[in-house]
């Protein structure tokens, strides 16, 4: 069954430093996003991104983050300037033109010492 | 702003029963709603999709249920087994983003 990929599985990175979280989507998919869950707390929307642009942000995504998708393949999510509050589990999900459900990736962990 | 609550928080089961998980949201203007199982420090894995137009999807030993226009969910969990010991979490899609609720953990006890 097709995967949403995830790279790193942890990352551990001082504060202030940059970040960038990979997600490999689903090969025919077109609908991507970016979700997150502080430990113990509900899974939140960041971002979602259609036809090379960001469709819907959250307020948690501020100028501190950006999206990209670099190639055919990967869909990146930067932090600039990591922050202690950044610490959380990252998620990378895709969904195909006409399709409903969202098929999330293992996700990244990402601990800001 | 959409709000999704699942009860109970936390359920503990002695292997083979049946039981039910709950969920509710605020706004019944949704698209579809998904159940997702999470293991300890892992990803999510759906496990039912829900459109708004349909009202029960079911896969093995799982049946959800929607009530849109009541504003909840249920999973139904049959016979249940160790290996269903996770937490389990509804989200429903208004449009662009799914809102989640802060799961279920459940223990299934050999």
């Known amino acids: 069954e097709p995967e949403v990929t995830q790279t790193p599985s942890h990352q551990v990175t001082q504060m202030g430093q940059e970040v960038i979280l990979r997600c490999v989507p689903i090969s025919n998919h077109l609908y991507f996003y970016w979700y997150r869950q502080i430990l113990g707390q509900k899974v939140e929307f960041l971002v979602s991104f259609y036809n090379n642009e960001i469709s819907e942000k959250s307020e948690i995504f501020d100028d501190q983050f950006s999206v990209e998708r670099p190639d055919g393949s990967n869909f990146t999510l930067k932090i600039r300037s990591t922050k202690l509050e950044d610490s959380a589990m990252y998620f990378c999900?895709?969904?195909?033109?006409?399709?409903?459900?969202?098929?999330f990736g293992s996700g990244t962990r990402l601990t800001v010492v | 702003k959409q709000e999704v609550t699942q009860i109970p928080a936390a359920l503990s089961v002695p292997e083979g029963e049946n039981l039910v998980l709950n969920c509710s949201f605020t706004d019944s203007a949704i698209y579809n709603l998904q159940w997702f199982r999470q293991d300890p420090g892992k990803g999510l894995t759906s496990l039912l999709l829900?459109?708004?137009?349909?009202r029960e999807q079911t896969s093995g030993r799982l049946n959800a249920s929607l009530d849109k226009s009541s504003g909840r969910s249920t999973l139904y969990i049959a016979a249940s087994q160790p290996g269903d010991s996770a937490t389990y979490l509804c989200a429903v899609n208004t449009g662009n983003q799914f809102y989640f609720g802060t799961g279920t953990s459940l223990t299934v006890i050999p």
């Open positions: 999900a895709s969904r195909g033109v006409g399709t409903y459900g969202y098929t």
């Open positions: 829900i459109q708004s137009s349909q």
